[in-house]
Structures are given as C-alpha cells and as structure tokens.
C-alpha cells in the first residue's frame, strides 16, 4: 500500500481537505515515531507510510508551511508559534499543543497516522492522550529508533552542504564526483556549524535529556517499541515492522 495523501488538513490547518487516491487500509495504524537526528527516522516514515498506508504528521512541516504562506493567513497559534521561532525561541508546550489540537481531525482519519516532531514532552504526550480520548482513537505504539551516539556522530559529520544550490553529499553515502564540488552546479562543497562532531554531540545530549522522560512515559503505558536503527534502511524497516507485529 502506498499513501497518496498531500496532507493539506495538515500543514495548513482550519477547513482544508486532504487529497487521497489510496484505498483505505483495513487496519489504520497511529504511531508516534520517536528517534534523535541522523538516525534515518524520516526515511523509516517515508517506507512505513508506503507500506501503512499512514500520513506521516511532521510539527517540523507544519512550521515550515507556515513561514512560506502569507502571514495574513495565518491563525493566532501560528502566528505566535512563528513569533517564539524568529526570536530564537523554543516554542511552548501549551503552543505546540494548541496547533495540533486545530488538527485534532487528523488523529481520526482512517488512514491512520504517524506523528513525527509531537510529542516532545510528557506534558505534550499527556496533551495527546486526552485529544486521542476525545477523538475515540488510541495509539497502537511508539517506536523508538536507536543508534549509538558515535554512530550518529559519523553520520551526520560526513555531510557536505553546497554553498549555492544547498544539495547535500555525504562523504561515504553520497559523494560527490569530484571531491568539494556540488555535481549540480559546481559550487563549493563545506561542512555546516552544526554538522561537525563537537555540535551534533551537544545537540544528541540535549535530545536525550529531553526525550528519556517521554520514552519512560510511554514505556509504563507499555506501548514503547525500541528499534534499533543501526544498518541499512531496509534491515531498519524489517526490526520496526516486526516491533509493529508485522
């Protein structure tokens, strides 16, 4: 099964309608998928929706739409979401939870879904459990993708971004054809701020300390599924079909 949804209720919220050529599954799915950055969660979103059939509910995409679209558009909650982000700010929870709450018909679509950036904290996930209540819905699992921290380290390091266009290489993965040299158009090749070993360090050390009190918040309600992420992405997928029962 492959999921055609464009996500439009989604990203843009109020009474706009999703566009779905995919037959509806005969088991949706509701996961929420957990794992820090460089461990390969969004490819495992992209496969588990083809196979699921589920939409994967990205807050990262939500905000994204929304510094794109004409601000006059916009509804309170996203305005002052975007006003934390331009200040350099973390956005609240009580924020963040009133943008998903606008979504709440989301978490009742038939095709199921996988929320990806929500929830951060054990008061977001409490905030979900009573809109899930709500809704007559309930979350099937959490999965928890795992990768050592070196690893990480050695994956997002060997990460080349082109000054110009921006497309992105990696060392190891996806090289360039010729060494510091974007293949598209022949801009110089460099290394991000926070690409380098010494920031994505700091940046997994802060992930893991604001993540452990969610994944222990999930593991008493004993719907948390650890998935090691270590390998190819399809010896990923197979681990976390298997955590899904599957």
Same mark, same amino acid.
């Given at each position: 099964? %492959?999921?055609?949804?464009?996500?439009?209720?989604?990203?843009?919220?109020?009474?706009?309608?999703?566009?779905?050529?995919? *037959? /509806?599954? *005969?088991?949706?799915? !509701?996961? =929420?998928?957990?794992?820090?950055?460089?461990?390969?969660?969004?490819?495992?979103? &992209?496969?588990?929706?083809?196979?699921?059939? *589920?939409?994967?509910?990205?807050?990262?995409?939500?905000?994204? *739409?929304?510094?794109?679209?004409?601000?006059?558009?916009?509804?309170?909650? +996203? @305005?002052?979401?975007?006003?934390? +982000?331009?200040?350099?700010?973390? =956005?609240?929870? &009580?924020? /963040?939870?009133?943008? =998903?709450?606008?979504?709440?018909?989301?978490? @009742?679509?038939?095709?199921?879904?996988?929320?990806?950036? $929500?929830?951060?904290?054990?008061?977001?996930? &409490?905030? #979900?459990?009573? +809109?899930? !209540?709500?809704?007559?819905?309930?979350?099937?699992?959490?999965?928890?993708?795992?990768?050592?921290?070196?690893?990480? /380290?050695?994956?997002?390091?060997?990460?080349?971004?082109?000054?110009?266009?921006?497309?992105? $290489?990696?060392?190891?993965?996806?090289?360039?054809?010729? &060494?510091?040299?974007?293949?598209?158009?022949?801009?110089?090749?460099?290394?991000?701020?926070?690409?380098?070993?010494?920031?994505?360090?700091?940046?997994?050390?802060?992930?893991?300390?604001?993540?452990?009190? #969610?994944?222990?918040?999930?593991?008493?309600?004993?719907?948390? !599924? %650890?998935?090691?992420?270590?390998?190819?992405?399809?010896?990923?997928?197979?681990?976390?079909?298997?955590?899904?029962?599957?």
């Amino acid at each position: 099964m %492959t999921s055609h949804c464009d996500r439009a209720a989604w990203l843009h919220g109020g009474e706009v309608k999703c566009a779905n050529g995919a *037959a /509806v599954p *005969a088991r949706p799915f !509701r996961l =929420v998928l957990l794992g820090a950055p460089g461990v390969g969660k969004g490819t495992q979103a &992209e496969m588990l929706s083809s196979r699921l059939g *589920a939409c994967q509910l990205s807050t990262g995409d939500v905000f994204r *739409a929304a510094k794109s679209a004409d601000p006059a558009s916009l509804g309170p909650v +996203m @305005r002052a979401a975007l006003g934390h +982000m331009k200040r350099g700010e973390l =956005v609240p929870d &009580e924020t /963040v939870i009133d943008m =998903v709450r606008e979504r709440a018909a989301c978490l @009742r679509c038939p095709y199921g879904f996988m929320l990806d950036g $929500f929830p951060r904290t054990a008061a977001q996930a &409490e905030a #979900l459990d009573d +809109m899930l !209540r709500a809704n007559g819905v309930k979350l099937d699992a959490v999965l928890d993708f795992e990768l050592p921290m070196e690893h990480v /380290v050695a994956r997002l390091s060997g990460r080349r971004t082109c000054r110009d266009c921006k497309t992105t $290489f990696h060392v190891e993965g996806k090289p360039p054809r010729a &060494e510091g040299v974007c293949d598209h158009c022949g801009g110089e090749l460099y290394t991000r701020e926070d690409d380098r070993p010494e920031s994505i360090r700091v940046r997994l050390q802060a992930y893991e300390h604001n993540t452990t009190p #969610l994944a222990d918040y999930y593991h008493k309600k004993g719907i948390l !599924r %650890t998935v090691s992420a270590d390998g190819a992405p399809a010896d990923v997928f197979a681990r976390a079909l298997e955590a899904l029962g599957l």
